[in-house]
């Protein structure tokens, strides 16, 4: 996705777009090697679409149910840091340790406005997820979602 089309997108309301095309409110902007994208993405939605003062008060999340690679560890991070409420299926191998854990889990979002989640069963991910995203929605004063 260019940053012209996300600028289009944050002007005129995802909901009116993905209602005009029939998609559902959720975008995949590509694998795991287009992450950056996504991230220039939230921060033109900041920035020139005036949503949110930074991008940890978008409703977004992050999601790595099954990741496969050490390369999760940095993209994981650089997500969080970015402000992005990350969910992993598979836990990074911390959680033997209680105060990384509740840093990672808890404590980080204070210092960078993202933080991540354990959650093997998906359904509870989700979950997760959408109070996330509802919490942030309410924050900012959004519309009704588009499917009830």
């Avoid at 204070?110 to 933080?115: A, E, H, L, M, N």
């Avoid at 998906?122 to 009704?144: G, N, T, V, W």
């Amino acid at each position: 996705m260019k940053p012209e089309v996300a600028l289009d997108l944050a002007g005129k309301g995802l909901q009116e777009i993905c209602e005009a095309v029939g998609i559902p409110p959720v975008l995949h902007v590509g694998s795991c090697v287009d992450n950056s994208r996504i991230l220039m993405t939230l921060t033109h939605m900041v920035n020139e679409g005036g949503l949110g003062e930074d991008i940890s008060d978008l409703p977004v999340a992050g999601a790595a149910p099954e990741w496969m690679s050490e390369k999760t560890v940095s993209i994981g991070f650089y997500f969080v840091v970015s402000g992005v409420f990350t969910t992993l299926g598979i836990p990074f191998p911390v959680e033997g340790s209680e105060n990384l854990t509740r840093y990672l889990t808890e404590e980080l979002e204070q210092i960078v406005g993202g933080k991540f989640a354990f959650k093997s069963d998906p359904i509870k991910a989700a979950h997760l997820m959408i109070e996330h995203i509802d919490r942030k929605r309410e924050a900012l004063k959004l519309k009704e979602l588009m499917y009830a």
